[in-house]
């Protein structure tokens, strides 16, 4: 293994070698690819912190069921027990709210009591309403729905309603944040491989000369290419840490205006910045693509050079 340790500490220091000698362009460089992979790395920052508050909503539905006004007391009560057996099944709690006391709950609630009072007759049905515990905001979605097309289908009831549909919402909005991320994040990697491809390429050209009399040397092909190969990692790796520190700096005036923004709530929600994982993961990422890039460029323009 001595041999090879030899190899690539001696390909790395040709590679920072040749950074030394044009820092400027290695620094412009380094910039564009952070400008790159900076809106990515802060998507995925947000996401991380939004997805610990979507997984961890409570999604105990509350169901309310109306009963047709012109039923009678006797009818709307016969619906308790097959409600109770649609959710014979669920941790479920029922409760049931005749139209007299939705009335006066109506007027103690909106302080609309003398208006309400001109109406005459009670406009408001008898009701029921019910607490479904133990669902998830995915996995019993179809559960959930389900339930409430039974319910549509018992006699005397008028209107469903379902409480938990924004969490239905949120989730597939989460899922379209997802979606685009990738997508953005693919198309911004494609870009981050482009301009260290073009880069390396300008390397090779420049240094052709050199890789010439290496080849008259006996030098070999792997020889040849791993400085090329760890000047586009140390591109990759430069410019992630660039972008994450850019995101690191932009979450101090953020948390700011978040905070001032989530006391009107009686919150206090902040960003926070990802943990040592995700930051080694987006760095490994980061020195990927410009390996990748590195790579491409390397067997395409020697090929030509050869």
């Not at 097959?82 to 941790?91: P, V």
């Not at 008898?126 to 289908?153: C, P, W």
């Not at 992630?240 to 206090?268: H, Q």
Request: contains cysteine.
């Amino acid at each position: 293994m001595s041999p090879w340790f030899r190899q690539h500490r001696f390909a790395l220091g040709a590679a920072l070698s040749t950074v030394r000698k044009a820092p400027g362009s290695f620094l412009f460089n380094v910039l564009v690819i952070a400008v790159a992979l900076t809106l990515p790395f802060a998507g995925i920052t947000l996401l991380e912190n939004v997805r610990p508050m979507s997984e961890q909503l409570s999604v105990d539905p509350e169901v309310s069921v109306f009963v047709k006004l012109d039923a009678t007391r006797e009818q709307a009560q016969a619906i308790a027990p097959q409600l109770r057996q649609i959710l014979a099944d669920s941790n479920a709690t029922i409760a049931f709210i005749p139209r007299e006391r939705a009335l006066e709950e109506l007027k103690a609630r909106s302080g609309l009591s003398d208006a309400l009072d001109t109406l005459g007759d009670n406009p408001l049905p008898d009701s029921y309403v019910m607490k479904l515990a133990g669902f998830s905001n995915t996995a019993d979605a179809a559960r959930i729905d389900a339930v409430v097309e039974q319910m549509h289908q018992l006699p005397h009831v008028d209107t469903v309603q379902v409480d938990s549909a924004w969490v239905k919402r949120l989730a597939a909005l989460m899922g379209v944040l997802r979606l685009s991320l990738l997508l953005l994040a693919v198309t911004l990697g494609v870009v981050v491989i482009a301009v260290v491809f073009n880069t390396i390429r300008l390397q090779v050209l420049t240094q052709r000369e050199e890789i010439a009399v290496s080849k008259l040397l006996g030098a070999t092909d792997n020889f040849i290419h791993r400085p090329f190969y760890y000047t586009g990692a140390l591109f990759g790796l430069c410019a992630g840490a660039l972008a994450l520190a850019g995101v690191a700096l932009a979450l101090r005036p953020l948390n700011a205006a978040i905070a001032e923004f989530a006391r009107l709530y009686a919150s206090e929600f902040q960003l926070a910045f990802l943990g040592p994982l995700e930051l080694a993961a987006l760095l490994a990422i980061s020195a990927g693509l410009g390996l990748i890039g590195a790579m491409l460029s390397v067997q395409r323009h020697l090929a030509r050079l050869h």
